[in-house]
């Protein structure tokens, strides 16, 4: 069994599969500090490390003696990076290199690398693997950014990798109190609340939103996956639906009949969702819990969850155009 180090272990997407990989039998080590994820999420099989990837030195420690790293943390709120890009550079992209030149100087066999779907930007729809990333906001660049490291460490140093595009995942687990990031999440938490779910904009845009139960299988056997290796995938589900459709399904979910309301427009991509064929073919994905399955299985978790504070950005770095909405 492998030796393996999961970055943003106490995370969403990291904890499944942490814990999956544990069923597996594999030694796993769980670095996160806890500032978007929770000590709850922690495997009690993994050995946990609260630290985070911008200090080198607690990477280099962690990184020793691994065969396998999977890269899931960072702070992904796309639209919000535009106000806080030092933030998201040093998290992002400054964090990950730490990683990359700690998997080079041991050996690491196989570094996995959770990137984004915000790496397209405004491109053609669905958005496969071969398109030319275009990038919209700081978090994507960051992302793109790292996938570059990656093949330029393959080419020079023989750092064998995998990046994986997911997009829009949810369910149980999640971090439903992030006011800037889980679209799901936010709608659910606000509606516990006695507020009424916010759209932006006219809510046409266009999204595919996966479940955890389908995504965190195929990251977790991505780097065991030959075929896999030096790969793009994007990994999710093909069907969209439009941010109104999707508040409709969370508020039917909630049992509610509060309407949702608009807010200004934000800049953001209109339309965004990807191919399936590759992650399929490679990694086995399928689309097995349909939204309305997957909204009612997360919606009776957050019921018992309740209701959670919305946390607040206290430091942004620009206020020039910051949209209203994030300011209350």
């Known amino acids: 069994m492998a030796k393996i180090l999961v970055t943003g272990g106490a995370g969403f997407i990291g904890s499944h599969v942490v814990n999956i990989l544990i069923n597996e039998g594999h030694p796993v080590r769980s670095l996160d500090d806890l500032s978007g994820g929770f000590r709850e999420n922690v495997n009690p099989k993994a050995e946990f490390i609260e630290a985070s990837i911008t200090d080198k030195d607690a990477v280099d420690e962690a990184v020793k003696g691994v065969e396998i790293i999977y890269h899931l943390a960072a702070y992904a709120a796309e639209g919000l990076s535009h106000f806080i890009k030092r933030f998201n550079y040093e998290n992002n992209l ?52 790292v996938e570059k ?17 997911p997009h829009n995942v949810y369910g149980e687990g999640q971090n439903i109190g992030d006011k800037y990031r889980n679209v799901i999440g936010i709608f659910m938490n606000q509606i516990m609340q006695g507020k009424p779910p916010t759209i932006f904009g006219d809510g046409e845009q266009t999204r595919a939103f996966s479940y955890i139960g389908d995504v965190a299988p195929c990251i977790a056997r991505a780097p065991f996956t030959p075929e896999a290796l030096g790969e793009i995938i994007n990994v999710g589900a093909a069907k969209h639906y439009t941010i109104n459709q999707l508040a409709e399904e969370v508020v039917k979910a909630m049992e509610t009949d509060i309407k949702p309301v608009h807010l200004e427009a934000r800049f953001e991509v209109k339309h965004a969702f990807c191919t399936t064929k590759k992650s399929e073919d490679l990694l086995g994905y399928k689309t097995s819990v349909t939204l309305e399955e997957g909204v009612r299985r997360m919606a009776e978790w957050a019921r018992k969850k309740g209701p959670q504070p919305q946390k607040k950005w206290d430091n942004y770095e620009i206020m020039k155009n910051i949209p209203s909405f994030w300011l209350e």
Not at 119 to 142: C, F, H, K, Q, W
Request: proline fraction near 4%.
């Open 149 to 165: 490291e990656l093949e330029i460490s393959k080419e020079l140093f023989g750092l064998d990798y995998v990046i994986i595009r």
């Open 94 to 145: 400054m964090g990950s290199v730490n990683l990359i030149n700690a998997a080079v100087n041991n050996d690491v066999k196989v570094f996995l690398f959770t990137s984004s779907m915000a790496v397209y930007g405004m491109n053609v729809t669905p958005m496969e693997e071969s398109l030319t990333p275009r990038p919209e906001d700081s978090y994507g660049i960051a992302k793109y950014a």
